[in-house]
């Protein structure tokens, strides 16, 4: 099989860690594209190579030591043309034979696999994939679909056939070198309580604020040439122990318990449902990005979180069938939005759009805010949903969350201009006009035109739009946007008024908040955010 093999995640047996044994040990990837990474362990600890040899035995040092890469050269592609995903085989196989028919030769990909815990298949999201390949490059691969394929749906996909190589180099505070190897150094402390930091490693959203002095860890690491030919950092995690970390970004400690609960859940759900999917080129599970979840190797975990994560242990969403993706995001602003509009793939979306509230007539009246005119008049009103958290008594810091249901941004126009130029790398000259084209039930944009005397551009995606369209960022892409004009109808200045934060898929984390504060436990706020869906213990 080319590339890293990810399906059948068989169960870890790391001797030292305080997780169960039989535990899945995820293989995080924390950063992509470094030449060289600086780190320093705070007791004992071994490296070796790609064969699992030594290269420096029980070594310690109070210093920073540091990989470089030497030579490298990236990994090799060839292009596919995806035709059609299936849960099933014979399903497959039907696609595959009416291309045949068409004389098409076709193949069918593995995608997924089984998850073991304690040699106990847990999840199984294989997904079998019917593709058209051996394409040299991404062109060849479009202009062959565009004339043989154009009666089907189709995506180009790109699958590795050369590994990437480097030479990495390990030096010690003084520049001297300790060693080299091929591709990997392994770095493995002597026990869990040994600390590594590694230095100049943000966080995605931090890149550009403030970028952090360094991030710890504990357990192995590794320094990995990427499909790049650069480094990238790769950190083991026992499956649980990663949820309470993604688990401890995403809630505060005044976040009552069951809402912490309702969190972890969709996060490990989140989780299980991707391994083997995502990042299937990689050589680790999952990125340490919003692609994936946000991850930063937490050690000391809040204990609110410890316990909202270890009294959910093993439950998940799940369909009929497996695992299923839960995603989640900070407001969605009274109604939540479709999963297609974030994900796209061939199985539909496993969970509705919902109306955040328990209001029924509101419920009829707000079903679906795809049109300015009833969206303008939603972002104007404070509807009574969960997510409205005015009516809630509460901490300093859930009041920052609160003022994210109904926002207002307001630019001059020339201040706009700019700001698009910029963020687009293109003087797009007079601004004219901001036109919403396609909005999802949320009332959240997916394709938006920008009118201008030098360009006209259209912005497809919510991150995209809502990146462009601010100095920083708008908070969600469900706004309307109102116009000034001048004496000879020139807008002057365009206001954006706006509900919620994030994609708002899944879960709400203010409206659970609420819930979970109106006395609902996990469950029902779960059922609520995940129409059609149970919760099952996994393990
Ligand atoms: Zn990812
Ligand atoms: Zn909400």
Redesign the pocket.
Known sequence: MLGQPHVDLESGNQSENTYPDGMPVLRI?LIESRDSVEFRLTGRFSVLNNQGVSILKDVASSVKWRVKIEQYSPAKYIYSVLLGKFHDRLEAQELEYKLIEKGIGTRIKIRGGKLYYNDRVVNDNTQFWVVVDDLNSEQEAVTFAKHSLSEFSYQIINEKINEPRALLELFDSEFEKLGEAENVFRIVPESQQVITYIYDLPLENEIQNRPVKYRSFNGPLEFRCANDGKIIIICEVPLEKYVESVVALEVNSDFPIDAIGAQAIAARSKTIA?LGI??HEDTFH??S?T??QLFNGLIQTPEKVKKAVQETMGIVLRDNRQVVDANYSLMCGGHTEAYHTIIQDDFGDPYPPVFDGSDQNQKEKYIDLTEDIDLNKWVREEPDVYCNLFNIQSSNKLNCIRKQFRWQINYDRQELEEIISTKMGTDIGVLYDIIPVRRGTSGRIFEIEILASNQNIVLYGMQQICQVLASERLPSSCFVINRQFDDNGFPISFIFNGAGAGHGVGLCQAGGVAMALHGKDHCEILSHYFKGINLKKIY
Do not use: F
């Open positions: 990837g991707s995502k990042h999952l990125c990005g692609h994936c």
